[in-house]
Antibody, heavy 122, light 112 residues
Framework: QITLKESGPTLVKPTETLMLTCTFS??????????VGWIRQTPGKALEWLAH???????YYNPSLQTRLTISKDTSNNLVVLTMTAMEPVDSATYYC??????????????WGQGTLVAVSS | NFVLTQPHSVSGSPGKTVSISCTRS????????VQWYQQRPGSSPTLLIY?????PSGVPARFSGSIDRSSNSASLTISGLRPEDEADYYC???????????FGGGTRLTVL
């Protein structure tokens, strides 16, 4: 059974850096083709893809946020970390991590964490 | 990059069939696969359809996906509507050449 769980601060101040951790089990991020991505959902309900990291270390970022995002992995501890700099109130959202398996031709978000709600306010 | 446009809301009666469209603003809908996700209130999204028309294990055959090249759109069809199908549905695709993933704005399904 694949599980993912996001963790991090629930409140950050404007201009601060957000660091979120995705701890997962049931799969290995060393397996060929596997990836973990981050997606956020604003209070208005829209989903927005943020970043992706593959088993081989390849990383991809949403072009509109690329300068603020860094994704990394720790395969020994089964976790993926996302940092987002210069947080603003508009970044208030629920942040999800999701696993991309190998059974699909395309990269899909097959298993999702429960999400973590982050508010940005002074 | 491209935008995926979905209707804000659709509705249907129990036992009926509804379809939700997802129109790609630029580029060919058939070039990159389309996925569909269901999000029930208070829950995380779950994968319903991948690679245009494939169902993950455990997803009922009532859910089906398709693409229409003439309208440059994808569709999710739900047959035999049940009250528990009331949820938000999101389409998702990508420009895999530049590794960029895009979600539609979501459609609220109401089962009357």
């Amino acid at each position: 059974q694949i599980t993912l769980k996001e963790s991090g601060p629930t409140l950050v101040k404007p201009t601060e850096t957000l660091m979120l951790t995705c701890t997962f089990s049931g799969f290995s991020l060393t397996s060929s083709g596997v990836a973990v991505g981050w997606i956020r959902q604003t209070p208005g309900k829209a989903l927005e893809w943020l970043a992706h990291i593959y088993w081989n270390g390849d990383k991809y970022y949403n072009p509109s946020l690329q300068t603020r995002l860094t994704i990394s992995k720790d395969t020994s501890n089964n976790l993926v970390v996302l940092t987002m700099t210069a947080m603003e109130p508009v970044d208030s959202a629920t942040y999800y991590c999701a696993q991309s398996p190998t059974y699909s031709v395309s990269t899909v978000f097959a298993s999702w964490g429960q999400g973590t709600l982050v508010a940005v306010s002074s | 990059n491209f935008v995926l446009t979905q209707p804000h809301s659709v509705s249907g009666s129990p036992g009926k069939t509804v379809s939700i469209s997802c129109t790609r603003s630029s580029g060919n809908i058939a070039t990159d696969y389309v996925q569909w996700y269901q999000q029930r209130p208070g829950s995380s999204p779950t994968l319903l359809i991948y690679d245009d028309d494939e169902r993950p294990s455990g997803v009922p055959a009532r859910f089906s996906g398709s693409i229409d090249r003439s309208s440059n759109s994808a569709s999710l069809t739900i047959s035999g509507l049940r009250p528990e199908d009331e949820a938000d549905y999101y389409c998702q695709s990508a420009d895999e050449r530049i590794y960029h993933w895009v979600f539609g704005g979501g459609t609220r399904l109401t089962v009357l």
